[in-house]
C-alpha cells in the first residue's frame, strides 16, 4: 500500500510519452518534448526549422506551424522524425528513430510538442 | 510512306555511324572530358542558383554568396589571423633537416606548387595531396612525418599556398586510374552516411545559402581553394582534411584519418569540381 502512491506517480509520468491521441500530455511534458526539440545534442530542430520562440533557427526545412493541420494523422508526423526516408529516400532530414538519436518515448513527447504549435 | 521508306534506309545507316561512334572510345576513353562535363554540370547548377555571383568569387567560400559579410570578412583578412602561421611555415620550409636538405629541396618554384596538388600519381596510382608531399619530403630525408592535420603540417601548407595566390586550380584525370580515384571521391560526395544519415552535396549543393542554426551553408564549389584556413572555432590553423573530419563527426559518422584514401580522394574530385577558379589560400574562416 505505501507503494500505490508511487506506482500513481509513475503512471501519471508515463501517460503522456505512450503517445495515445485520446491521453492529453501534460505541461511537464510538453516542457520535455520542447527541451529535447531544442536540444543540439537530440532532436535539434532548430538547426534547420523555426519553432516558437527558439533562437537563431536554421531554414533549410519549413518552420514548424499549423502542425495539426499540416499533420491530422499523428503516425505520420511521428513516422516522420523516426524516418523521414522511408517516405522520401532522398529527404535531408536525419531519420531520428530509426538511427537511435531519439528513443520512441522521446520522439512521442516531441510530437505531443509540435501539435501545441 | 515516302518519309517511313527514307526513314527505314537511314536507320541502319545511323546505327552503324553509332555504332562506330561508341566503339571508338571504348579504345581511348577521353577520362578528362568526362571530368569536364561534370565540373561544367557542377558549377552550371551554383550559376543558375545564385545568378549574381560571380563564378571567380566561389573561391571565396560562403563569403561569395553575400556581400555584406562579405565586407566583413574582408576586413578581417587586413590583419588575418593566419599571417603569423604563414611566418611559421616559411621558417619551417627552409629549416634544415639533419642531413643538411631541407623542405625546399624537394619542391620547385621555391614551394609555390599549390596549384600542381592534388595530383594522380600515376606511378603509384594514388591521389598525392600538399600535405602528403610534404610528410613524404620529410620521410625521404630521416624525418619522422608531422602528426595529423594541423599545427606544422598546417603551417608550411599555409606557407606554401600563400606563395601560390592565384594559381589556377586545374586538377587533371587522364587515365583510367585516375578516373576511379575520382570516381570514388564522387560517390563519397553524394553519399549519405552517418547516424544523421546527411551527404556533402545534401548541405553544400541543395541547401547551399540556407541558414543552419545561425550559420550560412556554404558552397561546394570552391570548397578546397582556399585551404588551410584559420577557423575561429579551431582557435588556429588547420588543413583541408581536419574540416572534413570535423563535418563527418557533425552528422555522426566515423571520420577518415588525414590523408587516408578516402579524403584524398574526396579532395581529388572536390577540387576537380573546382577547375578554373583560383588557389587564395589560406583563409580566415568562423
Given at each position: 500500500?505505501?507503494?500505490?502512491?508511487?506506482?500513481?506517480?509513475?503512471?501519471?509520468?508515463?501517460?503522456p510519452s505512450l503517445g495515445q491521441a485520446g491521453a492529453k500530455p501534460d505541461q511537464a511534458a510538453l516542457e520535455r518534448g520542447k527541451a529535447l526539440a531544442f536540444d543540439s545534442n537530440k532532436g535539434n530542430c532548430l538547426a534547420c526549422h523555426m519553432i516558437a520562440d527558439g533562437e537563431f533557427p536554421g531554414n533549410l526545412g519549413p518552420p514548424m506551424i499549423q502542425m495539426k493541420e499540416r499533420f491530422p494523422d499523428r503516425a505520420a508526423l511521428r513516422e516522420q522524425i523516426w524516418d523521414a526516408s522511408a517516405k522520401n529516400p532522398k529527404s535531408m532530414m536525419p531519420p531520428f528513430g530509426k538511427n537511435g538519436v531519439?528513443?520512441?518515448?522521446e520522439v512521442d513527447l516531441i510530437v505531443d510538442y509540435l501539435y501545441t504549435l | 510512306m515516302i518519309k517511313n521508306r527514307i526513314l527505314r534506309r537511314l536507320i541502319p545507316a545511323a546505327l552503324m555511324v553509332s555504332a562506330v561512334a561508341v566503339s571508338r572510345p571504348a579504345q581511348a576513353v577521353n577520362y578528362q572530358a568526362l571530368v569536364d562535363a561534370d565540373t561544367k554540370a557542377f558549377q552550371s547548377y551554383f550559376i543558375k542558383e545564385f545568378p549574381e555571383v560571380k563564378l571567380a568569387d566561389y573561391a571565396n567560400g560562403v563569403y561569395a554568396l553575400n556581400e555584406d559579410s562579405r565586407?566583413?570578412?574582408?576586413?578581417?583578412?587586413?590583419?588575418?589571423?593566419?599571417?603569423?602561421d604563414i611566418?611559421?611555415?616559411?621558417?619551417?620550409?627552409?629549416?634544415?633537416f639533419a642531413n643538411g636538405k631541407s623542405l625546399a629541396s624537394c619542391f620547385p618554384d621555391g614551394g609555390a606548387v599549390r596549384?600542381?596538388?592534388?595530383?594522380?600519381?600515376?606511378?603509384?596510382?594514388?591521389?598525392?595531396t600538399l600535405e602528403m608531399a610534404i610528410n613524404e619530403c620529410r620521410v625521404a630525408n630521416g624525418e619522422q612525418p608531422w602528426?595529423?592535420?594541423?599545427?606544422?603540417l598546417a603551417k608550411v601548407s599555409a606557407y606554401m599556398a600563400y606563395i601560390s595566390r592565384g594559381q589556377k586550380v586545374d586538377v587533371k584525370v587522364g587515365s583510367k586510374a585516375a578516373y576511379d580515384a575520382y570516381l570514388k571521391g564522387k560517390a563519397f560526395f553524394y553519399g549519405k552516411r552517418g547516424q544523421l544519415n546527411m551527404s556533402c552535396s545534401g548541405c553544400h549543393m541543395e541547401y547551399v545559402g540556407r541558414n543552419l542554426r545561425?550559420?550560412?551553408?556554404?558552397?561546394?564549389?570552391?570548397?578546397?581553394?582556399?585551404?588551410?584556413?584559420?577557423?575561429?572555432?579551431?582557435?588556429?590553423?588547420?588543413?583541408?582534411?581536419r574540416r572534413y573530419a570535423g563535418c563527418n563527426e557533425n552528422i555522426g559518422a566515423k571520420p577518415f584519418p588525414a590523408q587516408s584514401?578516402?579524403?584524398?580522394?574526396?579532395?581529388?574530385?572536390?577540387?576537380?569540381?573546382?577547375?578554373?577558379?583560383?588557389?587564395?589560400?589560406?583563409?580566415?574562416?568562423?
Open positions: 500500500m505505501k507503494h500505490s502512491g508511487f506506482i500513481a506517480a509513475a503512471v501519471l509520468f508515463m501517460l531519439l528513443s520512441g518515448e | 565586407r566583413q570578412w574582408q576586413e578581417m583578412e587586413e590583419f588575418p589571423p593566419y599571417e603569423l611566418e611559421a611555415g616559411k621558417a619551417l620550409f627552409n629549416k634544415p596549384g600542381k596538388y592534388p595530383y594522380f600519381d600515376e606511378k603509384r596510382k594514388e591521389v598525392v602528426p595529423g592535420n594541423k599545427g606544422d545561425a550559420e550560412v551553408v556554404s558552397p561546394a564549389l570552391g570548397h578546397t581553394t582556399h585551404f588551410p584556413v584559420f577557423r575561429s572555432k579551431w582557435g588556429e590553423i588547420g588543413t583541408l582534411h584514401e578516402e579524403y584524398r580522394n574526396l579532395e581529388f574530385f572536390q577540387t576537380a569540381m573546382s577547375n578554373g577558379l583560383q588557389y587564395n589560400g589560406p583563409a580566415s574562416r568562423k
